[in-house]
């Protein structure tokens, strides 16, 4: 359903040229859960926002191609892109707080997708939901509320954000991002902000909503125990590039690029009590005046001279696996 | 383990916030004073040597009752023992000595340091606390501390800003070990840092506890790195204990309804440890009004009827070392 | 190449091995770069502001021209010469070379008048600021961080002083106390520490959350310390930007309050008395009151610019990265 080839996305700053993403190349099935797996600024939101093209100034897509339904989403024309967000693919943020505006009515914040889109002008919905625009458009918002688990929904139409708790507002973001059918969804960290408990709720949510509509999900998440237990396909993105590609028990169970296994040996395991962690020496680097090379060679500890001087390909190593590690063979993609 | 005395001691604890109106309002609007319960009731015991985690979701109390127990915060009520010693009547040199004894790691390694200060003048203030008063022997102990918590020394003049936030959080474990205290507050120590800087972090603190015998208040809302780092842990939920007990019998046999949900929804790359995820209903209530009986009863999947919205149950131990407070165990 | 032994000797020693001498010496040392490190710093921003370059020049000018004032004028500024009365400017009709800006009503030189009148300004700008920066940061400090009833005292009295325009308070303070150059700070500074109060209040209550004042208190710092060590720091830069934004405004009040009569008394030449003797003459001698008008609105403006730049630099919440 989505292709992303060799996407890239720069900022220049005053330090230096930001490669927030580089060359990137993803692909989604339909009614697929994708988790995109990364520490702050390795670029994973950034992707998403380029998929929709909403990226902050100064930043710019450099180059690549997003083939979203066959078509090239950075060939469209603005006005194109507008139909498209919100209606095909919509969007769920961090912060529930900052995004929902907070001298509005949550109903009303709901309803204004379905209106942007002229969604009660369609026939189908006209023939759901009768001719009365008004009516037909609150018939609906109340239908997503129920579906995202609002609970009294008469009142909570009529209620403002800050009324709501935090997972209320996220659950009323997913309405918003609902209301129009998107068949792709894009969560940016939708559970960080939210306690464990109403993490499980909001994740079994998106679960469902995967379940009964069929929307594929990319889901932006720092947690590798999220995407382990929510998504199918995990990539896992390290200082701008993509490191390692795979279904979910693979990358999580025989994982090949030393990030990724850093990574999961710095995360504590509950099954086996004194297995000891074991961090990743140094920190996440700057992205400004990043070298040639694997970004993480400083960090690595199978590193070779190699690893400092060329650009590594991602490589190919069965099929649906993919690592961009010099210390593994396989053959470029 | 239980047989030694404990370090830290705690009797009906309680810690309310008034969020007050202004004068004006209060005369003019009679408004009165919010109470916010933060901390009601609690009975804790710390023991020398252990890390003792305390979990919680956010808003439950932990961090107020990690702050109140080293009297950064007055209770309301109730008392804490810091070897047998009352915390909160203490003042003047007693305090001082006290606080040399008990410190604080935070959370926000960015907040926690002072912006305009560098790392030579945020270290030496808890040196001067100390006695220290020489420079040479200052900026040698500062070297020391550096050294001890992964930085080089070349960074002693060099300002927060300069840092990483895993570095920054070495700077204030340095600063928390300058005192050489005996007990340490850890609060959420790990929570704003990248995972692979996270691990570091942990490490540290266990290798200190080592080297120097500490006692670690660990408290976070991560089950896995509480897991990982404590030989016991307490269950807050909206500023009671639900439920203590060792760590590996708390994640074996979870009684308390609420821990069950909780530790049922960490997300967990381990496939070992998944299990049947319980969705808790609804969200926590607000510790501006708690709701009475049981604070756990309006989310609560177990609930027995009347007496869990009416009585308070209060911790009772049901094996070994195992306390709980639910209507179910009595 | 020779590199400097001592130097380099005593940064490679190991803290233990240095004399406590040395050891001073090397702290010192560290302690002067790290200053001008942060004095270049400084510098070097302040060139990115040409306008704020230019106001820190022409306020730095002002301020030698009041200190060596006796030095500069060329001519006796307090007596004048009958025949010289409304003597118009050199460059014009009628004009002599050796009063470069002719002369006021009495005969007196303006140019040394309004050297002399710098003084005034200068003085009166400079005092009443540090004045009310001193009562109102203390003051402000106390409050945000003890809250209860001396914070409620001080907010509401402050609140009161603040409906009050600035002009007619200072008016009605010198109405009272009459004329002179303490009794014109005493005016200016009544309600002058006002938003000093303010500010320095509302930084420190947001200080005071920060974990950093709770770890220096876990540290076993004392509150006066907490508050001078801890706080002090981290609001000073925003005081030293509304300080000098409110010089400017406290000048021209100063010149507001002798255009009117009661200023520092009618001895002393001041820019706003100047103005206010050469209004009747407007008509045919407009140099006597235009000319101090000038020298008034150069500094104002200057200072502004400076107080602008200053913003710009030294409070990074208003920089637009």
Same mark, same amino acid.
Not at chain 1, 214 to 234: N, P, Y
Not at chain 2, 209 to 214: G, N, T, W
């Given at each position: 359903?989505?292709?992303?080839?060799?996407?890239?996305?720069?900022?220049?700053?005053?330090?230096?040229?930001?490669?927030?993403?580089?060359?990137?190349?993803?692909?989604?099935?339909?009614?697929?859960?994708?988790?995109?797996?990364?520490?702050?600024?390795?670029?994973?939101?950034?992707?998403?926002?380029?998929?929709?093209?909403?990226?902050?100034?100064?930043?710019?897509? @450099?180059?690549?191609?997003?083939?979203?339904?066959?078509?090239?989403?950075?060939?469209?024309?603005?006005?194109?892109?507008?139909?498209?967000?919100?209606? +095909?693919?919509?969007?769920?943020?961090?912060?529930?707080?900052?995004?929902?505006?907070?001298?509005?009515?949550?109903?009303?914040?709901?309803?204004?997708? #379905?209106?942007?889109?002229?969604?009660?002008?369609?026939?189908?919905?006209?023939?759901?939901?009768?001719?009365?625009?008004?009516?037909?458009?609150?018939?609906?918002?109340?239908?997503?509320?129920?579906?995202?688990?609002?609970?009294?929904?008469?009142?909570?139409?009529?209620?403002?954000?800050?009324?709501?708790?935090?997972?209320?507002?996220?659950?009323?973001?997913?309405?918003?991002?609902?209301?129009?059918?998107?068949?792709?969804?894009?969560?940016?960290?939708?559970?960080?902000?939210?306690?464990?408990?109403?993490?499980?709720?909001?994740?079994?949510?998106?679960?469902?909503?995967?379940?009964?509509?069929?929307?594929?999900?990319?889901?932006?998440?720092?947690?590798?125990?999220?995407?382990?237990?929510?998504?199918?396909?995990?990539?896992?993105?390290?200082?701008?590039?993509?490191?390692?590609?795979?279904?979910?028990? @693979?990358?999580?169970?025989?994982?090949?690029?030393?990030?990724?296994?850093?990574?999961?040996?710095?995360?504590?395991?509950?099954?086996?009590?004194?297995?000891?962690?074991?961090?990743?020496?140094?920190?996440?680097?700057?992205?400004?005046?990043?070298?040639?090379?694997?970004?993480?060679?400083?960090?690595?500890?199978?590193?070779?001279?190699?690893?400092?001087?060329?650009?590594?390909?991602?490589?190919?190593?069965?099929?649906?696996?993919?690592?961009?590690?010099?210390?593994?063979?396989?053959?470029?993609? | 383990?239980?047989?030694?005395?404990?370090?830290?001691?705690?009797?009906?604890?309680?810690?309310?916030?008034?969020?007050?109106?202004?004068?004006?309002?209060?005369?003019?609007?009679?408004?009165?004073?919010?109470?916010?319960?933060?901390? $009601?009731?609690?009975?804790? $015991?710390?023991?020398?040597?252990?890390?003792?985690?305390?979990?919680?979701?956010?808003?439950?109390?932990?961090?107020?009752?990690?702050?109140?127990?080293?009297?950064?915060?007055?209770?309301?009520?109730?008392?804490?023992?810091?070897?047998?010693?009352?915390?909160?009547?203490?003042?003047?040199?007693?305090?001082?000595?006290?606080?040399?004894?008990?410190?604080?790691?935070?959370?926000?390694?960015?907040?926690?340091?002072?912006?305009?200060?560098?790392?030579?003048?945020?270290?030496?203030?808890?040196?001067?606390?100390?006695?220290?008063?020489?420079?040479?022997?200052?900026?040698?102990?500062?070297?020391?501390?550096?050294?001890?918590?992964?930085?080089?020394?070349?960074?002693?003049?060099?300002?927060?800003?300069?840092?990483?936030?895993?570095?920054?959080?070495?700077?204030?474990?340095?600063?928390?070990?300058?005192?050489?205290?005996?007990?340490?507050?850890?609060?959420?120590?790990?929570?704003?840092?990248?995972?692979?800087?996270?691990?570091?972090?942990?490490?540290?603190?266990?290798?200190?506890?080592?080297?120097?015998?500490?006692?670690?208040?660990?408290?976070?809302?991560?089950?896995?790195?509480?897991?990982?780092?404590?030989?016991?842990?307490?269950?807050?939920?909206?500023?009671?204990? @639900?439920?203590?007990?060792?760590?590996?019998?708390?994640?074996?046999?979870?009684?308390?309804?609420?821990?069950?949900? /909780?530790?049922?929804?960490?997300?967990?790359? +381990?496939?070992?440890?998944?299990?049947?995820?319980?969705?808790?209903?609804?969200?926590?209530?607000?510790?501006?009004?708690?709701?009475?009986?049981?604070?756990?009863?309006?989310?609560?999947?177990?609930?027995?009827? +009347?007496?869990?919205?009416?009585?308070?149950?209060?911790?009772?131990?049901?094996?070994?070392?195992?306390?709980?407070?639910?209507?179910?165990?009595? | 190449?020779?590199?400097?032994?001592?130097?380099?000797?005593?940064?490679?020693?190991?803290?233990? +091995?240095?004399?406590? #001498?040395?050891?001073?010496?090397?702290?010192?040392?560290?302690?002067?770069?790290?200053?001008?490190?942060?004095?270049?710093?400084?510098?070097?921003?302040?060139?990115?502001?040409?306008?704020?370059?230019?106001?820190?020049?022409?306020?730095?000018?002002?301020?030698?021209?009041?200190?060596?004032?006796?030095?500069?004028?060329?001519?006796?500024?307090?007596?004048?010469?009958?025949?010289?009365?409304?003597?118009?400017?050199?460059?014009?009709?009628?004009?002599?070379?050796?009063?470069?800006?002719?002369?006021?009503?009495?005969?007196?030189?303006?140019?040394?008048?309004?050297?002399?009148?710098?003084?005034?300004?200068?003085?009166?700008?400079?005092?009443?600021?540090?004045?009310?920066?001193?009562?109102?940061?203390?003051?402000?400090?106390?409050?945000?961080?003890?809250?209860?009833?001396?914070?409620?005292?001080? *907010?509401?009295?402050?609140?009161?002083?603040?409906?009050?325009?600035?002009?007619?308070?200072?008016?009605?303070?010198?109405?009272?106390?009459?004329?002179?150059?303490?009794?014109?700070?005493?005016?200016?500074?009544?309600?002058?520490?006002?938003?000093?109060?303010?500010?320095?209040?509302?930084?420190?209550?947001?200080?005071?959350?920060?974990?950093?004042?709770?770890?220096?208190?876990?540290?076993?710092?004392?509150?006066?310390?907490?508050?001078?060590?801890?706080?002090?720091?981290?609001?000073?830069?925003?005081?030293?930007?509304?300080?000098?934004?409110?010089?400017? *405004?406290?000048?021209?009040?100063?010149?507001?309050?002798?255009?009117?009569?009661?200023?520092?008394?009618?001895?002393?030449?001041?820019?706003?008395?100047?103005?206010?003797?050469?209004?009747?003459?407007?008509?045919?001698?407009?140099?006597?009151?235009?000319?101090?008008?000038?020298?008034?609105?150069?500094?104002?403006?200057?200072?502004?610019?400076?107080?602008?730049?200053?913003?710009?630099?030294?409070?990074?919440? /208003?920089?637009?990265?």
């Amino acid at each position: 359903m989505l292709v992303i080839k060799n996407l890239s996305t720069h900022f220049p700053t005053e330090r230096g040229l930001v490669k927030a993403v580089n060359n990137v190349s993803l692909s989604l099935a339909t009614g697929e859960i994708l988790g995109l797996v990364g520490e702050s600024g390795c670029g994973k939101s950034m992707t998403l926002l380029s998929i929709l093209r909403l990226i902050p100034f100064p930043g710019k897509i @450099v180059g690549g191609e997003v083939f979203f339904r066959g078509s090239n989403l950075l060939e469209k024309k603005p006005a194109e892109m507008r139909a498209l967000r919100g209606q +095909d693919i919509a969007m769920v943020f961090q912060d529930p707080m900052t995004t929902l505006n907070p001298v509005f009515k949550v109903g009303e914040q709901i309803g204004e997708s #379905l209106r942007i889109h002229g969604a009660m002008g369609k026939e189908s919905f006209r023939r759901r939901y009768g001719d009365n625009k008004k009516i037909a458009e609150k018939e609906r918002v109340l239908e997503l509320m129920k579906e995202v688990g609002i609970p009294s929904v008469d009142e909570r139409y009529h209620e403002y954000p800050h009324q709501f708790s935090g997972g209320m507002q996220q659950r009323a973001l997913i309405a918003i991002a609902l209301s129009c059918n998107p068949q792709l969804l894009l969560a940016d960290e939708p559970t960080t902000a939210l306690d464990v408990t109403i993490q499980a709720q909001i994740l079994s949510l998106l679960e469902q909503i995967n379940r009964e509509h069929g929307t594929g999900i990319i889901l932006v998440t720092h947690d590798l125990g999220v995407a382990a237990e929510f998504c199918q396909r995990i990539a896992v993105m390290y200082a701008g590039s993509l490191v390692e590609v795979g279904p979910t028990d @693979v990358v999580i169970g025989e994982p090949r690029h030393p990030y990724t296994i850093g990574l999961l040996r710095s995360i504590p395991k509950i099954s086996s009590k004194k297995e000891k962690i074991k961090p990743i020496y140094g920190n996440v680097p700057d992205l400004a005046g990043l070298a040639g090379g694997c970004p993480f060679a400083p960090r690595c500890e199978v590193v070779k001279d190699a690893c400092y001087s060329e650009d590594i390909p991602m490589r190919q190593i069965s099929d649906d696996h993919q690592v961009r590690c010099l210390n593994v063979p396989g053959h470029s993609v | 383990m239980t047989a030694a005395e404990p370090l830290v001691k705690t009797k009906g604890l309680t810690k309310y916030f008034t969020s007050r109106r202004s004068l004006v309002a209060k005369l003019v609007a009679r408004q009165k004073d919010h109470l916010i319960k933060a901390v $009601d009731d609690v009975n804790l $015991d710390i023991y020398p040597g252990e890390t003792l985690g305390l979990v919680g979701e956010s808003g439950c109390g932990k961090t107020t009752l990690g702050r109140t127990l080293i009297k950064l915060y007055e209770p309301t009520s109730g008392e804490i023992f810091y070897r047998n010693q009352l915390v909160h009547e203490l003042k003047g040199r007693e305090l001082i000595a006290f606080r040399k004894e008990a410190q604080i790691i935070f959370q926000n390694p960015y907040a926690s340091l002072n912006p305009r200060k560098t790392v030579r003048d945020i270290i030496s203030v808890p040196l001067r606390t100390r006695g220290l008063r020489e420079p040479r022997i200052i900026e040698e102990e500062i070297l020391n501390l550096l050294q001890r918590v992964g930085l080089s020394p070349r960074h002693i003049d060099n300002y927060p800003h300069q840092f990483s936030g895993g570095q920054r959080q070495r700077i204030g474990v340095a600063r928390a070990l300058a005192l050489q205290p005996n007990f340490i507050v850890a609060d959420e120590p790990v929570s704003a840092l990248d995972v692979s800087v996270q691990a570091q972090i942990i490490n540290l603190l266990e290798e200190l506890q080592e080297e120097f015998q500490l006692t670690y208040l660990f408290i976070t809302h991560d089950l896995s790195v509480v897991h990982y780092i404590s030989d016991r842990i307490a269950v807050m939920y909206l500023g009671h204990i @639900v439920e203590t007990a060792p760590t590996i019998t708390l994640f074996e046999r979870p009684l308390h309804p609420y821990t069950q949900a /909780l530790l049922s929804a960490i997300p967990s790359v +381990d496939k070992g440890f998944r299990r049947k995820r319980i969705i808790l209903e609804g969200t926590v209530p607000t510790p501006l009004d708690p709701p009475p009986g049981c604070r756990f009863h309006t989310r609560c999947f177990a609930k027995l009827g +009347d007496v869990c919205t009416r009585v308070t149950p209060s911790l009772v131990e049901v094996e070994d070392n195992h306390f709980v407070a639910c209507h179910h165990f009595k | 190449m020779k590199v400097n032994e001592t130097n380099v000797h005593l940064a490679q020693l190991p803290t233990t +091995d240095r004399s406590p #001498l040395q050891q001073h010496l090397y702290l010192l040392g560290i302690k002067l770069r790290l200053q001008r490190q942060n004095l270049g710093n400084f510098f070097r921003q302040l060139k990115r502001h040409p306008t704020a370059m230019v106001g820190a020049i022409v306020v730095v000018l002002y301020i030698l021209m009041a200190i060596f004032a006796p030095l500069l004028v060329p001519h006796d500024p307090f007596t004048g010469i009958l025949g010289n009365r409304i003597l118009p400017p050199k460059w014009y009709e009628g004009g002599r070379p050796e009063y470069l800006l002719g002369c006021d009503e009495l005969g007196r030189d303006l140019l040394s008048r309004i050297i002399y009148g710098a003084r005034v300004s200068i003085s009166v700008g400079l005092i009443s600021v540090t004045v009310s920066t001193v009562i109102g940061v203390t003051a402000g400090i106390a409050a945000g961080y003890y809250r209860g009833l001396f914070d409620e005292i001080f *907010s509401r009295f402050a609140d009161l002083l603040l409906a009050f325009p600035f002009l007619i308070f200072a008016l009605g303070v010198m109405v009272a106390t009459g004329p002179g150059f303490w009794n014109l700070i005493f005016a200016l500074c009544f309600k002058g520490w006002v938003e000093f109060f303010r500010l320095a209040r509302g930084e420190t209550l947001s200080e005071k959350t920060k974990e950093y004042v709770e770890a220096a208190k876990a540290s076993g710092q004392g509150h006066l310390t907490i508050m001078l060590s801890e706080i002090m720091p981290n609001i000073i830069h925003s005081v030293i930007v509304l300080g000098t934004l409110r010089m400017g *405004s406290l000048i021209i009040t100063e010149a507001s309050l002798s255009f009117l009569g009661l200023g520092v008394g009618t001895r002393i030449p001041a820019w706003g008395s100047m103005i206010s003797s050469g209004r009747q003459y407007m008509m045919n001698a407009w140099w006597i009151s235009t000319l101090p008008g000038m020298a008034l609105l150069l500094l104002v403006l200057s200072i502004n610019l400076l107080g602008e730049g200053l913003r710009d630099i030294l409070d990074p919440r /208003l920089k637009i990265d």
